[in-house]
């Protein structure tokens, strides 16, 4: 389905496309305080078109629905996510206005979603394109009011949070209005795959900063949760088949339960969002030996894990079945990355081993690693790695491997040159604790660079912002992240021909801005855009839209 | 009623506190893992006792309401909320539970809360006692499994937060545990008044956050929100009287409506605490003539307000009686704070205003602040001002004013001692915005400093830390309040004897930094409290519980 959303929906597109044009032209053309050259919608819908009528939203707007898929649950707790953050300041206003009688006819009073398919699986590509069209109900239109089509409840969901954003509290009337109608949108994600790393070992979250954090990635339209649950400093989350694992927590109370892990996933899913769960090895596991010290080449020198045991194997197959149960998504990541493998050539047992089949470190790292990627495979997984595994030995590597780049340029056409997928994270824009890193960076560093053929570019499959633990915890993780992630979300939802051209103080900060203020407005603590350093506070009063 | 909590039932705590010691020591003297020797409740309870038994709770703990009071909406709505809390981690488990047959049978399965009074008048002074008794129900006690009883509603809610501290998850069991039960709690505040400012002018911050923030006091039993509305920066809040004067907000979207006002004040009463407006004048006012540029002495010179102007009482006597209907609390802030005289000096009208009369600048200061004081009590308000007011002409201040200390120490001795009441909010270690202040000498600060006699200690209200907005917008505000607010929270709460001996670096910190966590678990942003500048990041991995 991926890259082809609207085929089932030609006539409509050609139907209301018309529509939209006649009604845009047949409009008044003084303009409206809020029509600013600018669209205030992040990230940038791929085909959209604006009047200047601006339109009042019922504070009372009704959920139609239609289509096979439409009568879903994940559409109709949607919709009241929504209405709550659409409806804000007005909660106490309609009453009021009912009793005093105020204007109470609005422009919008329902929102229709139609959903063309009543499958809800949610795996790397589904169709998250929407058509979003808002115009006033005047009897005429076959469009009529608000409405969302979609060819998936997740598409449906992508298109409510652009119509929320269209939404916007008028102080003067006190009422929502939407400015610039009528709209017309189609839209679609330039990258099926648009993460976000989150490190809960360096520091553990709590389910509900993690649920916060997932509900903030719904609202720039990013789809994976790269849960990098597991590495060197602690092991939080519970491992049935082993349940020794999680005494490699920091404490008793900095743990995930395996129905916290499900709940994690459940309400992910809920937001269109795909759960990639990691376990990082060989390197980066020694809170893996707190419980099982038998992992650890030995007492005193403890990373990486004891390749030459078959209980290690037995552990990484034992966690791997469990999370199987857990992480419904197809790619599974196994790390891989920074493997010093001083403690294998130093410990005694090992190196014997080593000698014994004429291996180096080097050898036992490539054999430890495929050994994996062939148990994930085995339990139906797609592996994914970081790019050192790539860079070591990309020939051995098995071809379904998606290549995680993060050292640097240029990983992502080499891998993809040899036919493996890729992903981007190149550290020097996308690593969100680099600090140094201004929102311009972030915003203009291109997943497909130096990647110039159709079918090559194909298999990049998109692109992660990485938000590393060591000084991110539940009291800065939100500001990290915010508003930086979101330069890379309009980067890989939006088409590359749009926001590539003209210049970006002018066309993406204002706009950056204003979705930075809409974060906070919805309790995201998305830090000002202009600092020089991320994550700083604001150097002095002003405004929200100045920051 | 004020701290004389307990008189109507002093039967039921004699009858209860002979079970609760007979409980005690009838228990098994094995140490259960988590009798620690310190009490991780913040603030520490007025009186308690606890056992060494550990309790499950049911996930399904239902509430069970008596008193005249106790079928009261706000005390339903909190325990729902706490519920919530409570059970965060075992929401999908106890379904499990029943479909695998696991342990079914808690120890706890009804909290039972009684409320004497129908009251429920929010006014400072108002009753926040309560006791709280959790123990197993075997059937022969009279008080059985946990109750709460309390003279008010918001006693109720002081002891539904105490027992949501007693309840934690444990990982092992995947249940809700009480350790050291029984627990008997005889609980009260030690000053009335214990308050946050959030100035909303340098930084305008959303309701969704102002709720957060309140929400977040009640964890810590704080029962004040100071609400500094306006400065010379913005002028956010919507006057029906004078609706230009909104016109001074940063942007047309960083205003407060009436509405919102009124929802803040509905939501902070849901949590038993009061809102004290404030209006700062006639300095830190600048920004009132952007929709009224008369209230400025001139265009070029625009504070104070004008004191020379009638339209400039007639403005601040409209905002009054507006504010007036929305909020209900007692004390009202007039500011009055840093006045610099030097425009109405200079002006040539206020000049000539001032020779006419034989008065100085000094006296203009004395005269408005003093007029205003009438206007606010004229409209049922007991005025609070900055101690500016009280340092520069205490003789002429009216009797019913509340002296709100910040510039340094002694201040409030001195007010007292010319029988007016005091707040103690010493910059040196209750300014939140002074970064550099740690957290123990926060805790270690002492409203009644220099104050021996009890009747004047009487006059002390209590205390406040101020949260000043220059620095601190959305993306920073909680971890700058958290988790220092809390060693104040405590310092107000508490038995001034209970937490001012011993080294408190055992028997205070280890329990900050419990309730650091907590509120982090609960979505709230702590900093870490040890770092050497508040609200910084961690300075590297590791548990929340030793950062």
């Given at each position: 389905?991926?890259?082809?959303?609207?085929?089932?929906?030609?006539?409509?597109?050609?139907?209301?496309?018309?529509?939209?044009?006649?009604?845009?032209?047949?409009?008044?053309?003084?303009?409206?305080?809020d029509a600013?050259?600018?669209?205030?919608?992040?990230?940038?819908?791929?085909?959209?078109?604006?009047?200047?009528?601006?339109?009042?939203?019922?504070?009372?707007l009704?959920?139609?629905?239609?289509?096979?898929?439409?009568?879903?649950?994940?559409?109709?707790a949607?919709?009241?996510?929504?209405?709550?953050?659409?409806?804000?300041?007005?909660?106490?206003?309609?009453?009021?206005?009912?009793?005093?009688?105020?204007?109470?006819?609005?422009?919008?009073?329902k929102?229709?979603?139609?959903?063309?398919?009543?499958?809800?699986?949610?795996?790397?590509g589904?169709?998250?394109?929407?058509t979003?069209?808002?115009?006033?109900?005047?009897?005429?239109s076959?469009?009529?009011?608000?409405?969302?089509?979609?060819?998936?409840?997740?598409?449906?969901?992508?298109?409510?949070?652009?119509?929320?954003q269209?939404?916007?509290?008028?102080?003067g009337?006190?009422?929502?209005?939407?400015?610039?109608?009528?709209?017309?949108?189609?839209?679609?994600?330039?990258?099926a795959?648009r993460?976000?790393?989150?490190?809960?070992?360096?520091?553990y979250?709590?389910?509900?900063?993690?649920?916060?954090?997932?509900?903030?990635?719904?609202?720039?339209?990013?789809?994976?949760?790269?849960?990098?649950?597991?590495?060197e400093?602690?092991?939080?989350?519970?491992?049935?088949?082993?349940?020794?694992?999680?005494?490699?927590?920091?404490t008793k109370?900095?743990?995930?339960t395996?129905?916290?892990?499900?709940?994690?996933?459940?309400?992910?899913?809920?937001?269109?969002?795909?759960?990639?769960?990691?376990?990082?090895?060989?390197?980066?596991?020694?809170?893996?030996?707190?419980?099982?010290?038998?992992?650890?080449?030995?007492?005193s020198?403890r990373?990486?894990?004891?390749?030459t045991?078959?209980?290690?194997?037995?552990?990484i197959?034992?966690?791997?079945?469990?999370?199987?149960?857990?992480?419904?998504?197809?790619?599974?990541?196994?790390?891989?990355?920074?493997?010093?493998?001083?403690?294998?050539?130093?410990?005694p047992?090992?190196?014997?081993?080593?000698?014994?089949?004429?291996?180096?470190?080097?050898d036992?790292?490539?054999?430890?690693?495929?050994?994996?990627?062939?148990?994930?495979?085995?339990?139906?997984?797609?592996?994914?790695?970081?790019?050192e595994?790539?860079?070591?030995?990309?020939?051995?590597?098995?071809?379904?491997?998606?290549?995680?780049?993060?050292?640097?340029?240029?990983?992502?056409?080499?891998?993809v040159?040899?036919?493996?997928?890729?992903?981007?994270?190149?550290?020097?824009?996308?690593?969100?604790?680099?600090?140094?890193?201004?929102?311009?960076?972030?915003?203009?560093?291109?997943?497909?660079?130096?990647?110039?053929e159709?079918?090559?570019?194909?298999?990049?499959?998109?692109?992660?912002?990485?938000?590393?633990?060591?000084?991110?915890?539940?009291?800065?993780?939100?500001?990290?992240?915010?508003p930086?992630?979101?330069?890379?979300?309009?980067?890989m939802?939006?088409?590359?021909?749009?926001?590539?051209?003209?210049?970006?103080?002018?066309?993406?900060?204002?706009?950056?801005?204003?979705?930075?203020c809409?974060?906070?407005r919805?309790?995201?603590?998305a830090?000002?855009?202009?600092?020089?350093?991320?994550?700083?506070?604001?150097?002095?009063a002003?405004?929200c839209?100045?920051?």
């Open positions: 389905m991926l890259y082809d959303p609207f085929k089932s929906h030609f006539l409509f597109l050609i139907l209301s496309f018309s529509l939209c044009v006649s009604q845009t032209l047949a409009l008044n053309s003084v303009p409206e305080p600013s050259a600018l669209t205030y919608l992040w990230p940038l819908p791929s085909e959209f078109t604006s009047g200047n009528r601006t339109l009042s939203v019922d504070p009372d009704s959920l139609a629905v239609a289509g096979i898929g439409g009568n879903s649950a994940i559409v109709r949607a919709f009241d996510r929504y209405r709550a953050i659409i409806f804000k300041h007005t909660s106490g206003i309609s009453i009021f206005s009912r009793f005093t009688g105020r204007s109470s006819v609005y422009d919008i009073n929102l229709k979603i139609i959903v063309n398919s009543d499958n809800e699986e949610l795996q790397l589904v169709d998250e394109s929407y979003l069209f808002v115009s006033k109900n005047d009897g005429k076959i469009i009529g009011e608000a409405t969302i089509e979609a060819n998936t409840v997740y598409g449906a969901l992508r298109g409510l949070e652009t119509f929320s269209l939404c916007s509290f008028d102080y009337t006190k009422s929502v209005l939407v400015y610039k109608a009528p709209w017309c949108i189609w839209d679609k994600p330039r990258f795959f993460g976000l790393l989150l490190d809960t070992s360096r520091h979250f709590p389910i509900y900063v993690i649920k916060q954090i997932i509900e903030s990635m719904s609202y720039a339209k990013l789809n994976v949760f790269h849960w990098h649950i597991i590495d400093e602690s092991f939080p989350l519970e491992v049935p088949a082993y349940p020794k694992l999680w005494k490699g927590s920091y109370w900095e743990r995930y395996v129905e916290d892990a499900y709940e994690i996933v459940n309400f992910a899913k809920a937001r269109g969002i795909n759960v990639m769960a990691e376990i990082d090895i060989p390197g980066h596991a020694e809170s893996w030996g707190t419980g099982y010290p038998d992992l650890w080449p030995s007492t020198c990373e990486p894990l004891d390749v045991k078959n209980f290690t194997f037995d552990v197959s034992g966690i791997l079945t469990d999370m199987r149960k857990i992480f419904p998504f197809e790619l599974f990541h196994l790390g891989g990355d920074e493997v010093n493998t001083d403690c294998w050539s130093s410990t047992h090992v190196k014997q081993w080593l000698q014994d089949r004429n291996m180096t470190a080097k036992a790292y490539k054999y430890f690693v495929l050994k994996a990627q062939e148990i994930a495979i085995s339990k139906n997984w797609t592996p994914v790695n970081w790019e595994t790539f860079n070591s030995f990309a020939e051995n590597l098995n071809p379904r491997t998606v290549v995680h780049n993060w050292l640097g340029a240029g990983v992502c056409p080499k891998a040159a040899k036919g493996f997928k890729c992903i981007f994270s190149n550290q020097g824009f996308w690593y969100l604790d680099h600090l140094d890193v201004p929102w311009n960076e972030v915003y203009t560093a291109e997943p497909l660079e130096g990647i110039n159709t079918s090559k570019q194909e298999l990049v499959l998109g692109g992660e912002v990485c938000m590393w633990g060591e000084t991110a915890d539940t009291s800065d993780v939100q500001q990290t992240i915010w930086r992630a979101a330069a890379a979300a309009e980067r939802w939006s088409r590359r021909d749009a926001i590539s051209t003209g210049n970006i103080t002018l066309t993406a900060l204002p706009r950056l801005q204003y979705f930075r809409l974060l906070n919805r309790g995201v603590q830090a000002p855009v202009t600092n020089k350093y991320a994550r700083r506070p604001p150097t002095g002003g405004s839209y100045e920051q």
